[in-house]
């Protein structure tokens, strides 16, 4: 997302939901503004904008599904919209960001097998056989990265240049479709193994 140059008062307003009173009889600079897009923190480093989760096929490596919210929406919030009932596997397989009690909880409710990697901390270090489940986990999670790798190596990269969450979903949507169509193609005519 391009970055928004917004004064503090206008930036409290904005989270807050409102727009600001100065913006309100300039619709020319209100139309340059995005009032969806957020802040994220990751690895000490901040981003703007929003974030593409999706759900791929383990098989062929398809986008199943996708969902596109602001970047300070925590993914482990996006993952029931990702869960597909028409999946064969009953298996979810994910990063440690999805670990946690709740969520467990949840996909056993839904009938899913846990598959998200483990995480530990300073006083809670991750066993010798965690480390080993970590590991065959992330051979079948590192398909997801590939998607993402397909996108910035040979798809333009992964910037959005449009305002507002409603044309920011239509276009990760179409971006999300261009992917399938190219993985289809190296499907269907043998360029890779699924």
Same mark, same amino acid.
């Given at each position: 997302?391009?970055?928004?140059?917004?004064?503090?008062?206008?930036?409290?307003?904005?989270?807050?939901?409102?727009?600001?009173?100065?913006?309100?009889?300039?619709?020319?600079?209100?139309?340059?503004?995005?009032?969806?897009?957020?802040?994220?923190?990751?690895?000490?480093? @901040?981003?703007?904008?929003?974030?593409?989760?999706?759900?791929?096929?383990?098989?062929?490596?398809?986008?199943?599904?996708?969902?596109?919210?602001?970047?300070?929406?925590?993914?482990?919030?996006?993952?029931?919209?990702?869960?597909?009932?028409?999946?064969?596997?009953?298996?979810?397989?994910?990063?440690?960001?999805?670990?946690?009690?709740?969520?467990? @909880? =949840?996909?056993?409710?839904?009938?899913?097998?846990?598959?998200?990697?483990?995480?530990?901390?300073?006083?809670?270090?991750?066993?010798?056989?965690?480390?080993?489940?970590?590991?065959?986990? @992330?051979?079948?999670?590192?398909?997801?990265?590939?998607?993402?790798?397909?996108?910035?190596?040979?798809?333009?990269?992964?910037?959005?240049?449009?305002?507002?969450?409603?044309?920011?979903?239509?276009?990760?949507?179409?971006?999300?479709?261009? =992917?399938? =169509?190219?993985? =289809?193609?190296?499907?269907?005519?043998?360029?890779?193994?699924?």
């Amino acid at each position: 997302m391009p970055k928004q140059r917004n004064r503090r008062e206008e930036k409290e307003d904005i989270k807050q939901g409102k727009v600001p009173e100065a913006w309100q009889d300039q619709p020319n600079r209100l139309r340059q503004k995005d009032l969806d897009a957020r802040w994220v923190k990751k690895n000490g480093v @901040s981003h703007y904008g929003y974030k593409n989760s999706i759900s791929v096929d383990v098989g062929y490596g398809l986008i199943r599904r996708h969902v596109l919210t602001p970047a300070n929406i925590h993914d482990s919030r996006m993952l029931p919209a990702l869960l597909d009932a028409e999946n064969e596997e009953a298996m979810v397989w994910a990063d440690s960001a999805y670990q946690s009690k709740l969520v467990d @909880s =949840f996909l056993k409710e839904a009938g899913y097998e846990s598959r998200i990697q483990e995480k530990g901390s300073r006083h809670h270090p991750l066993t010798t056989g965690a480390k080993k489940r970590n590991r065959e986990y @992330s051979k079948i999670r590192a398909k997801v990265e590939h998607v993402f790798g397909q996108m910035e190596m040979a798809m333009g990269g992964k910037l959005t240049r449009c305002i507002g969450l409603a044309r920011a979903r239509a276009w990760w949507c179409l971006r999300n479709l261009v =992917f399938n =169509f190219l993985r =289809f193609t190296q499907l269907q005519y043998g360029v890779v193994q699924p």
